[in-house]
């Protein structure tokens, strides 16, 4: 499996240093600091970040990273995930359940148009779908196991850590569609010319004779 390599050295050198902290704290004097273990303190704001079973649903979308525990979040800024798939596709399926099962935060994007196509093909090269966007990296094709190695190289778990409720946004086409304007209403009827009114009837007006 080829492995683009400054996929691979970014993501090596980031996997060091990658963080766990469940909590994010606000102390009085305004500072953030971010700890795996719950923090005594009762002049600071805590938050819970949060992981894989908490309670509560979660917003839907990957852009919705504020749901998102600080570990994917770090992952997710610097290697977003995008599935370019197709609605009626059962590779496209699998794709689907491959990313949801282990737990990626994606977007996907539909390929519809010939304008999505052609968009598909200046991003990877070809027309096949599905694809797979690791960052700045696009595979063509559905491979789990060459999709498995990229995303393990991004640094995302191999265990879902996605919230509870947690679900992927809405597909949208790759290229935005233009609006279409509503027709216009039509354009008032002119008002019917209105006969002229006749003089009323008089007893000194002069007697019409035939």
């Given amino acids: 499996m080829r492995i683009g390599m400054l996929l691979w050295a970014v993501a090596t050198l980031g996997a060091a240093g990658t963080a766990t902290a469940q909590y994010k ?16 303190t009762e002049d600071g704001k805590v938050t ?36 370019y798939a197709g609605a009626s596709c059962a590779p496209c399926d699998a794709a689907r359940r491959l990313l949801q099962e282990r737990g990626i935060p994606y977007n996907e994007r539909q390929i519809v148009t010939d304008e999505d196509t052609a968009a598909l093909e200046r991003l990877s090269g070809g027309r096949t779908i599905p694809s797979l966007g690791v960052g700045a990296q696009v595979l063509r094709g559905f491979s789990p196991t060459d999709w498995a190695g ?61």
Wanted: avoid cysteine; proline fraction near 19%.
């Fill in 48 to 83: 819970n970040l949060g992981r894989a079973g908490s309670g509560g649903a979660a917003p839907a979308g990957a852009a919705a990273e504020g749901s998102l525990p600080f570990e994917l979040r770090q992952v997710v800024a610097r290697y977003p995930v995008i599935l």
């Fill in 25 to 40: 704290v606000i102390g009085p004097d305004g500072r953030v600091t971010y700890t795996d273990r719950p923090p005594v």
């Fill in 150 to 210: 990229y995303l393990d190289v991004a640094g995302y778990p191999r265990d879902s850590r996605l919230p509870r409720g947690w679900r992927p946004a809405p597909p949208a086409p790759l290229v935005a569609r233009a609006a279409v304007a509503p027709p216009s209403a039509p354009a008032p009827a002119e008002p019917a010319a209105r006969a002229p009114a006749l003089p009323p009837a008089d007893a000194a007006s002069p007697a019409i004779r035939f």
